[in-house]
């Protein structure tokens, strides 16, 4: 089942985009996004994907668990990114290491999808609140990259500038003040209006990912080298992160929620990386963080390694 997840997942067009951008730099091919374009679909997704988070909790009836599950999944989102950070700087650059860290301390949509299919081919389901942990994971992760990247790369303006206004300016950057405001929105608009746009969040949504994976792939085609430069490192930390983030989460989830489902999702989230809001992000707040470096430790390492690999072990320590 573990291979017919890979190959289906591998096969999944988005991925197929990406790698098709990758090809098309390196037959010399003209094919580009044009940059505004390419902005409105980061944006869109940045969008929906709050949105649908905010859909999602506003039909979960809240409870004690739920909100002790998603305050879990926020402090992960902050921690994660936090202590990866400063293992990265030992090798990248500034720009680099945080926005890998941000990528890892967040999440990654097809991942989540395929931790669902996974449960289920066990004959185990998850809460629809997961949904709007996933969602509300993205937001604190890029803040955290965001306010490391400029108080460490600020050089000699560092210690000029407080905390407090970064951490406030990164709340107001446009990409997080997207996700969070979808979010709330979500939330609290009227369902039958909200039906209304739903074509638009969610029918649209796997298109213009493809769009935006085309672009990513070509983004990363020019700069492919760069990844390889960085040798074993890179492929190293894109597995045993994932992993040791993915064990622990399985194991210390029993003091949050007692459901397999919840807590294996909690350790799936921890474990994966985000290719969609973080790569849209960066894109806008960070654009000298190199996606080429990034994206394959998402898309090549990580995705095949949580769902050939560690979505057993994750379900095997909970289970």
Same mark, same amino acid.
């Given at each position: 089942?573990?291979?017919?997840?890979?190959?289906?997942?591998?096969?999944?067009?988005?991925? /197929?985009?990406?790698?098709?951008?990758?090809?098309?730099?390196? *037959?010399?091919?003209?094919?580009?996004?044009?940059?505004?374009?390419?902005?409105?679909?980061?944006?869109?997704?940045? $969008?929906?994907?709050?949105?649908?988070?905010?859909?999602?909790?506003?039909?979960?009836?809240?409870?004690?668990?739920?909100?002790?599950?998603?305050?879990?999944?926020?402090?992960?989102?902050?921690?994660?990114? $936090?202590?990866?950070?400063?293992?990265?700087?030992?090798?990248?650059? =500034?720009?680099?290491?945080?926005?890998?860290?941000?990528?890892?301390?967040?999440?990654?949509?097809? !991942?989540?999808?395929?931790?669902?299919?996974? @449960?289920?081919?066990?004959?185990?389901?998850?809460?629809?609140?997961?949904?709007?942990?996933?969602? /509300?994971?993205?937001?604190?992760?890029?803040?955290?990259?965001?306010?490391?990247?400029?108080?460490?790369?600020?050089?000699?303006?560092?210690?000029?500038?407080?905390?407090?206004?970064?951490?406030?300016?990164?709340?107001?950057?446009?990409?997080?003040? /997207?996700?969070?405001?979808?979010?709330?929105?979500?939330?609290?608009?009227?369902?039958?209006?909200?039906?209304?746009?739903?074509?638009?969040?969610?029918?649209?949504?796997?298109?213009?990912?493809?769009?935006?994976? *085309?672009?990513?792939?070509?983004?990363?085609?020019?700069?492919?080298?760069?990844?390889?430069?960085?040798?074993?490192?890179?492929?190293?930390?894109?597995?045993?992160?994932?992993? =040791?983030?993915?064990?622990?989460?399985?194991?210390?989830?029993?003091?949050?929620?007692?459901?397999?489902?919840?807590?294996?999702? @909690?350790?799936?989230?921890?474990?994966?990386?985000?290719?969609?809001?973080?790569?849209?992000?960066?894109?806008?707040?960070?654009?000298?963080?190199?996606?080429?470096?990034?994206?394959?430790?998402?898309?090549?390492?990580?995705?095949?390694?949580?769902? !050939?690999?560690?979505?057993?072990?994750?379900?095997?320590?909970?289970?």
């Amino acid at each position: 089942m573990n291979f017919n997840l890979l190959i289906e997942n591998l096969t999944n067009p988005a991925l /197929l985009f990406f790698v098709l951008g990758i090809i098309a730099v390196k *037959l010399k091919s003209d094919l580009e996004i044009p940059p505004n374009s390419s902005k409105f679909i980061s944006l869109y997704l940045l $969008f929906s994907i709050g949105f649908k988070g905010g859909q999602e909790l506003a039909h979960s009836h809240f409870s004690t668990e739920i909100i002790w599950t998603i305050l879990f999944g926020m402090f992960l989102a902050f921690i994660i990114p $936090f202590y990866t950070f400063f293992i990265l700087k030992r090798k990248l650059s =500034i720009e680099n290491a945080g926005a890998i860290a941000a990528a890892y301390g967040s999440v990654s949509a097809v !991942t989540f999808v395929t931790g669902i299919a996974f @449960l289920e081919s066990h004959k185990l389901t998850s809460d629809g609140h997961m949904v709007a942990v996933m969602a /509300l994971m993205e937001a604190p992760a890029i803040i955290v990259g965001v306010v490391l990247i400029r108080v460490f790369g600020n050089g000699s303006k560092k210690s000029e500038t407080k905390l407090s206004s970064l951490v406030g300016h990164s709340f107001t950057n446009g990409s997080v003040l /997207l996700i969070l405001g979808s979010l709330i929105i979500g939330l609290i608009a009227n369902e039958k209006a909200a039906e209304g746009i739903k074509p638009f969040t969610n029918d649209l949504f796997k298109g213009f990912l493809a769009i935006f994976l *085309l672009d990513m792939g070509i983004i990363s085609g020019r700069k492919l080298n760069d990844f390889f430069k960085n040798g074993w490192f890179t492929a190293l930390f894109a597995i045993l992160i994932p992993l =040791i983030n993915g064990c622990l989460v399985a194991y210390t989830s029993q003091f949050i929620t007692p459901e397999v489902g919840n807590r294996f999702m @909690l350790a799936v989230l921890a474990a994966s990386a985000s290719y969609i809001a973080v790569p849209a992000a960066m894109k806008i707040a960070v654009p000298d963080a190199n996606p080429s470096i990034y994206l394959p430790m998402a898309l090549a390492v990580t995705f095949p390694f949580n769902i !050939t690999i560690g979505m057993p072990i994750y379900l095997s320590i909970i289970w």
